[in-house]
């Protein structure tokens, strides 16, 4: 175990492979070539599509102790990872890693898979009951928690080696064409994708809706596709997107998105030119929807909005307020009909969006990121991978990434949460650093980083409720009290990676 | 020196590198990994623009003995090639091999950086005067001519290695994000760059409209480009893209025309999902226009055209004749304006378009392709690299490519050219084998193929002109007389490679 410059005690080994301490957002360099496939050739003639995907994890030559891949655009209503790992397990096949963009609620089905030895780990992190049970010690599977800038990293370094990738494709061709944008599974961006079909030894397309050559516009073409499988149905529809993102009518939600939405405004970025990126949570919607009002108030042309696309940012593409949409994710079913149908509503790799390790990502050319939290601490840092019971339930996502990208990254938090205090002396896990979050943002006052000066100043002046953090901290902690230190282990059930590769924090077994 | 499978007489080694004779055009399987760039980082805030082309080369770490390229998309308008070498030269840089995608007789203007040993050799065909001076002797420069295919594929492998790449980019912003959709250089695709772009160790956008960020739709993205130079002018419009291509009005070339469009019909592939290529040519485009009104008249609904676009291809995609164009180049003014605006006109990849060594290439799914010849020989190879004076006067393209992958390529070629029998004993270079050209059409007959007895066959019973190769020879022969051969010297002025890497034949010195 090593101590980190966060003054994190993170292992240096951990899943056999040596681990990096976390040292600064910046400065580790990357060294040596980009990875890349085996090259193949195939020829005129040759038939891409197999009869089941048991012909096809056969084909593959997927083997004991290999890796596996899927995609997370069908989010809670994707049926395919469930599906596969039946197939594998069928075939007896054990030992499996799987390296997928990240793991939903709706995948607490593989837990036998996992607990019977078919699956060992998770190179991603794991949203919901399996990273629970791993905090309770009740299954056991190395997890290793990564942007999704990081994993475009680790994959484009050779970090990650995904030996078979299954891409769930919702419109597709019998050549391996594909994209989200239209079909029963229809899911929009397949932005996330794009690394394993470049990377991934073997590339299985998998669709419920297979169409004439070719399928166009294409996400992900035939030259990076092996296989194309036919299967029943892809995913849930009803779950694929999220159609309840609206705005809160929750007063605290709406009084931390209207301070927020100043501190963008005295910032100064509200300008033309202006570029933004914001969740789909009701408290982010409502900040988009008060920066929406400033910029028609202002007359302000935006350049792009990016990130995971709300119908929010859909509404202010075609209003003229953004240019461009930069989409590497679909958050709802607006988002999936504009990109089908708006040359100027770009599908991006997740590669493009957040991969610390290119000529440069669009989170490099973020004016203001609005982002959530499970807590943060007197020192910036924010967690979002642990709730305040120390159980691993969230991934990472863009957090990290668009932190350290934009000029303004503003954490968006209720002061309060189930009677516990939001801003600690020190979070339980160290998801993004201190050092590139610049304000945050609750309903009780306005906390800005030491490194903008200036941007605090203007704040008092235009008599926003700037506090020192501290002084947050002890207000809330005078209505909350001192919450009960959580107690853990000394195993460590996740590795959290920062988005250059370092280990930024761990997450232990919690103390029962 | 050793024979290949076609009897030709090629080096095992050319420009001190080991060559393999050419053998068959399927058989030859790949091994190891896809080449791929240096990793590499930048971080928020960086500054990719650079003041000058000669700031920009000296960032590159351009040195002597290096490779560099551009792309041919602004034909043979381009000024970036000859600016480029101007700089390197004033930099007193040396012995450069140029890796372009294509040399357009514009580039003459490099002839006096040859003598002088700034320019060393051409990892690429040529086009024009370079060419017919090195047949003559008059320059020594070792040229290696690739087939579009071969290019991505030898990119790809990494046996070409590009150091420095310049992409003329007609829209471009400061980060690298680029199209050639507009701006006052528009040329549309930009499909061959996208290898340089994936493939040089280092990246420079040229423009001459600097754009705001985001460019967008985007071609080559910001991910990929390390530096962006602005110039005040990167080719004369009216010389990027011909306008001048018309249906030819020569009853030689609409015979012609007649026979091939009849032979696409008689081989039972014009009915829906019917794919096709043709290239610019008067006869293409008859071809082409015959063709469209076949599947008018025959209510067909075909599924892509694809190669270098036309108006004619777009009028077809506009008509519902075709579902999607694959457009690795635009070969006209309405090409390029559809490509900006139809989101079914899709830009392409050379890699896409054509490299034998990925997962399959469109050229793969082509039903039928038109092509053209400066020969052919009565074992239905095809030159069109050398004229019948022995000189290397034109570059491959995507000829032997799109002869492979389509399930029926079509020559067309008047009988006599210049009072010269376009029918040979043998070609004088072989560009493309016999062994995937299935037709050869001139205005007195058509020659099939023994591989094709069926086709033979019907064209017969339908009454078309169907002559065995040797009897068209002969009455070819009877009116020109049999044309003195050329004599050549030993020595080797270009190797042309077959879309797999192996040479097919070599060019050699003219004896004067």
Not at 184 to 196: F, K, Q, R, T, V
Not at 261 to 269: H, P, Q, R
Not at 345 to 357: G, K, Q, R, V, W
Not at 439 to 463: C, F, M, S, Y
Request: charged share 20%; with cysteine.
């Amino acid at each position: 175990m090593v101590r980190n410059s966060l003054g994190r005690l993170v292992p240096e080994i951990f899943n056999n492979q040596a681990r990096r301490p976390y040292c600064d957002p910046f400065s580790l360099q990357p060294t040596g070539q980009r990875a890349s496939r085996t090259l193949r050739r195939v020829n005129p003639g040759f038939n891409k599509v197999l009869a089941s995907l048991k012909d096809a994890i056969i084909a593959s030559g997927l083997k004991d102790g290999m890796c596996i891949s899927t995609h997370h655009h069908l989010r809670n209503g994707d049926m395919l990872l469930n599906m596969v790992v039946r197939v594998i397990d069928s075939l007896d096949i054990r030992d499996i890693t799987i390296a997928s963009t990240s793991i939903h609620p709706v995948h607490a089905e593989l837990i036998p898979y996992i607990k019977s030895g078919t699956i060992r780990g998770f190179e991603c992190g794991v949203n919901g009951l399996i990273g629970e049970m791993a905090s309770k010690g009740e299954i056991s599977c190395p997890i290793i928690v990564r942007t999704h800038g990081g994993r475009a990293r680790a994959m484009s370094t050779g970090e990650v080696k995904v030996d078979v990738a299954f891409i769930a494709a919702p419109q597709c061709d019998r050549y391996g064409n594909m994209n989200g944008y239209y079909g029963p599974s229809a899911c929009g961006s397949l932005g996330y994708a794009h690394l394993d079909a470049e990377y991934a030894h073997c590339v299985i397309a998998v669709t419920d809706n297979l169409h004439d050559y070719p399928v166009s516009p294409i996400s992900i073409d035939q030259t990076q596709v092996d296989y194309v499988v036919q299967v029943e149905k892809l995913g849930d529809p009803s779950k694929i997107v999220s159609t309840t993102t609206r705005i809160t009518k929750d007063p605290v939600g709406l009084m931390i998105a209207k301070y927020a939405s100043e501190v963008i405004e005295t910032a100064g970025l509200i300008k033309d030119g202006f570029s933004f990126q914001t969740g789909a949570g009701g408290t982010s919607l409502a900040v988009a929807d008060n920066v929406r009002k400033k910029m028609l108030a202002a007359g302000v042309k935006g350049s792009f909005g990016s990130g995971g696309i709300t119908s929010y940012f859909v509404d202010m593409l075609e209003q003229g307020l953004f240019d461009t949409l930069f989409d590497v994710q679909c958050f709802d079913l607006e988002a999936v009909k504009s990109i089908g149908r708006n040359m100027k509503h770009l599908e991006i790799s997740a590669d493009m969006y957040a991969n610390p390790f290119n000529s440069g990502a669009v989170v490099n050319q973020l004016d203001a990121v609005i982002l959530g939290a499970t807590e943060v601490d007197v020192d910036f840092n924010v967690n979002v991978n642990t709730e305040s019971n120390g159980y691993l339930l969230h991934n990472t996502g863009g957090h990290s990434d668009t932190a350290a990208g934009a000029k303004l990254s503003i954490i968006t938090v209720p002061s309060i949460r189930g009677r516990l205090p939001i801003v600690r002396d020190a979070v339980t896990t160290i998801t993004t650093p201190g050092e590139t979050v610049d304000v945050i943002v609750t309903e009780r006052g306005i906390a800005v980083n030491d490194q903008h000066p200036e941007l605090k100043k203007e704040l008092i002046k235009r008599k926003l409720p700037v506090k020192d953090i501290r002084q947050l901290q002890q207000e809330i902690v005078a209505m909350t009290g001192i919450p009960k230190p959580l107690e853990f282990e000394d195993d460590i059930v996740a590795v959290i990676e920062y988005r250059d590769g370092t280990i930024i924090d761990c997450v232990r077994r919690v103390k029962e």
